[in-house]
């Protein structure tokens, strides 16, 4: 059963809250001081993110800081592809690089996922489970299969993911082939980060939005669909968030499609036609404006009633609208904290 004591996880089964539950997107990263401090001892990105003594600490400091209502694990989705043998490293001012998939044999040559591989992540997840406030809920996640595939295609994040696109045009039954692999890989990853503390998983589809209508069904939504049903065939209890950025106007009924608990909702949704087009019954998250955070004052003021209002009569997660940015000042975030909470006039 559901731990109801914790006010993240009473959204999912309560009537509607008097203040929102609240964590952000990437709420352990640059902008905390001693996240850079901590970051700047380890050579790179990847060496950060398997090393648990740094990935717990990164994990607590934002709780310990801003008291959020969650604690989300700090990784990364592309452990997944390194899960694989397909080695992720991150080159500074760059992001994310790994060899590109071409060509269907690239595919076939993948090697077995190893879930040993990320033990790491495991022992992080142990660590800050016994170490988190016992009202705060703790989140584990993955990448969505599209987002996985569009990266080890192009071998880099693109602005329109058409390598991906134009790969799964060419080579259908192959690209099949990558998004079943990492299907499969991400239902083993999600229920072992449950048995190691999680109590809510979250898929990120960051690049949902690009995808055209056909699909966007294919590709974003069945997979999810998949993941879900694997994680709940193995631990019903668990919570799953899908994020499908971007997903607009595929967004209704979205949820009960792949059956996930709750609906992230991203930046660039007017948030006006979203609060009457989606099922009351579903719990949606997000959706503030991460620029807005970094303005602060009463346009950060507006917003944050603006997003509360809009969704007043949902089961509503608040979050921002994608991950918090590297500038934003501290005190804007203790501004939000303190309005969501109803602390602040």
């Not at 971007?246 to 006006?272: C, K, Q, W």
Request: glycine share 8%; charged share 25%; hydrophobic share 45%.
């Amino acid at each position: 059963m559901t731990d109801t004591t914790k006010k993240f996880l009473k959204v999912f089964e309560a009537p509607i809250p008097d203040s929102p539950p609240m964590w952000l997107m990437r709420q352990a990263g640059r902008y905390l001081p001693e996240y850079r401090q901590i970051r700047a001892t380890a050579p790179s990105f990847m060496d950060f993110c398997w090393n648990p003594d740094l990935t717990v600490e990164a994990t607590l400091q934002p709780i310990r800081r801003f008291g959020f209502d969650a604690a989300i694990i700090f990784s990364d989705i592309l452990v997944v592809p390194d899960a694989m043998g397909h080695k992720v490293r991150f080159d500074t001012g760059e992001g994310p690089r790994m060899e590109a998939i071409t060509t269907p044999d690239g595919v076939d040559r993948l090697g077995e996922f190893k879930l040993s591989h990320l033990e790491p992540v495991f022992e992080a997840l142990r660590r800050v489970k016994s170490a988190l406030p016992a009202e705060t809920a703790l989140i584990g996640f993955c990448g969505a299969p599209w987002t996985i595939a569009s990266y080890m295609i192009a071998g880099k994040g693109t602005p329109d993911q058409a390598p991906a696109r134009g790969f799964a045009y060419r080579h259908p039954a192959a690209f099949q082939k990558l998004i079943d692999r990492i299907v499969d890989a991400s239902i083993v990853y999600l229920n072992e980060q449950i048995k190691n503390g999680a109590e809510v998983v979250q898929i990120f589809d960051s690049w949902a939005g690009v995808l055209p209508a056909k699909e966007f069904e294919l590709w974003c939504e069945k997979p999810v669909a998949r993941i879900v049903a694997g994680v709940k065939a193995v631990n019903p209890q668990a919570k799953v968030i899908a994020f499908p950025r971007a997903a607009h106007t595929s967004l209704p009924g979205f949820g009960d499609r792949v059956g996930a608990d709750a609906i992230g909702l991203d930046t660039s949704l007017n948030n006006s036609w979203a609060s009457k087009a989606l099922s009351k019954n579903q719990v949606v998250q997000g959706n503030l404006d991460p620029l807005v955070l970094i303005a602060g004052g009463d346009a950060l003021r507006r917003e944050i009633d603006f997003v509360r209002e809009s969704y007043q009569d949902f089961r509503h997660i608040f979050n921002l609208g994608h991950g918090i940015l590297p500038e934003t000042p501290i005190e804007n975030v203790e501004l939000l904290v303190a309005r969501v909470r109803g602390k602040l006039a």
